[in-house]
């Protein structure tokens, strides 16, 4: 089975410019989180959906979006793009928010995205 | 709003040698989860090892172990018998529990060498 997808693989924008970046998660796994990891530092959490539906949202500006697909795949878009956005955008998905137990959360490869 | 620690920004090990990572956690929750994920040069983040707080045993998966110290809010990883393949970034995650969202909260990673 193929793991979790991210494209881009690379991109180079320039400040002002809008991005989407997209993830396929998993078959079968209906949650999908987004998390910007810059240089040097541990990943921060964006946004979780589940179900197309938010779960979740971490401090970022209102420049961050976020939607899921009924296919559960899911698009992250950053308008407006400054120098500090620069960064590795991971995609994870689980099989979804569960009411008890745990779903571990599959992370793709990642968007590494450069503001020029 | 709970914090993770790492304070060992690097590390080194000669091969077939034992290294202990360490992590520090904050929070005020009773129930939660700690992970261990490692990033190897290829970005892509992999689940190393998971402890649930509620459990007293650590967690063991084959050459990896943890010391959990609830009281001390303490989650170091020991990596026996080391192997050049496990050179990578190693990230230390809290989550709460299930039920809202999967938020992990990372800490700023340590730097692992694995020197033949």
């Known amino acids: 089975d193929a793991g979790v997808t991210q494209s881009p693989t690379h991109l180079i924008k320039t400040r002002g410019q809008h991005v989407t970046l997209r993830c396929s998660p998993i078959s079968g796994h209906k949650s999908v989180s987004w998390y910007q990891q810059v240089l040097g530092q541990g990943p921060q959490f964006i946004f979780q959906?589940?179900?197309?539906?938010?779960?979740g949202r971490g401090n970022f500006p209102d420049r961050f979006s976020a939607r899921q697909f009924p296919n559960y795949s899911s698009e992250l878009n950053v308008n407006a793009l400054l120098l500090g956005d620069s960064a590795l955008y991971l995609c994870?998905?689980?099989?979804?928010?569960?009411?008890?137990?745990?779903?571990?959360?599959?992370f793709g490869p990642g968007t590494r995205l450069t503001v020029l | 709003a709970q914090t993770v620690t790492q304070s060992q920004p690097e590390m080194s090990v000669q091969e077939a040698e034992t290294v202990t990572l360490s992590c520090t956690y904050d929070?005020?929750?009773?129930?939660?989860?700690l992970f261990w994920y490692k990033q190897p040069p290829s970005r892509q983040m992999i689940l190393v090892i998971r402890?649930?707080?509620?459990?007293?045993q650590n967690a063991t998966e084959n050459r990896f172990s943890v010391n959990f110290q609830k009281a001390a809010k303490s989650f170091s990883l020991k990596i026996s018998d080391s192997q050049l393949g496990d050179t990578a970034m190693y990230f230390c995650?809290?989550?709460?529990?299930?039920?809202?969202?999967?938020?992990?909260?990372f800490g700023k990673g340590t730097k692992l060498t694995v020197n033949p």
């Open positions: 929070t005020s929750e009773n129930n939660y989860y």
């Open positions: 959906y589940y179900e197309k539906e938010e779960r």
């Open positions: 994870a998905s689980s099989l979804g928010v569960g009411t008890s137990g745990y779903n571990e959360q599959f």
């Open positions: 995650a809290f989550m709460k529990p299930p039920g809202g969202s999967e938020k992990l909260v």
């Open positions: 402890q649930e707080a509620y459990k007293q």
